[in-house]
């Protein structure tokens, strides 16, 4: 119970502030994913797990606290569906990479390309 002088009692305080870890935790790994420098990469990476870290630290908190309840059981078969059809999409995506990394020729071999084919016409 929160203390008369406390704005929020200590529950939804809990709450607001797994809330704001989860955002972050959102932001961080899109930040990571979306960075260009391996450095810049890093950083947004230990960042994620510092923040992924605090968030389950607080949920295991709040779940002995009872402030916290745990969803309902899930079916193992709808477990099994979805994670099959995460894993299908994860090979068509692997596949769609492949093909773009095969037909994808460089700039540099184009301006190449370019410059031989304009020679060829003079």
């Known amino acids: 119970m929160a203390p008369a ?5 200590d529950e ?6 797994l809330a704001d870890l989860k955002r972050v935790t959102r932001e961080y790994a899109t ?5 260009v420098c391996p450095t810049v990469r890093q950083q947004f990476t230990q960042l994620l797990n510092v923040t992924l870290q605090m968030q389950g630290e ?3 908190a709040m779940q002995s606290a009872n402030m916290y309840n745990a969803s309902s059981p899930t079916l193992k078969q709808e477990i099994d569906k979805n994670l099959k059809s995460y894993q299908d999409t994860q ?3 692997q596949q769609f990479v492949q093909q773009i ?3 994808t020729i460089p700039a540099w071999q184009q301006s190449q390309q370019n410059v031989q084919q304009q020679m060829q016409q003079h």
Not at 5 to 9: A, R, V
């Open 91 to 93: 090979t068509k995506t």
């Open 31 to 35: 930040a990571a994913t979306e960075s």
């Open 12 to 17: 939804d305080l809990a709450y607001t502030v």
């Open 5 to 9: 002088n406390q704005f929020l009692p």
């Open 101 to 103: 990394k095969q037909s």
């Open 58 to 60: 607080l949920f295991n």
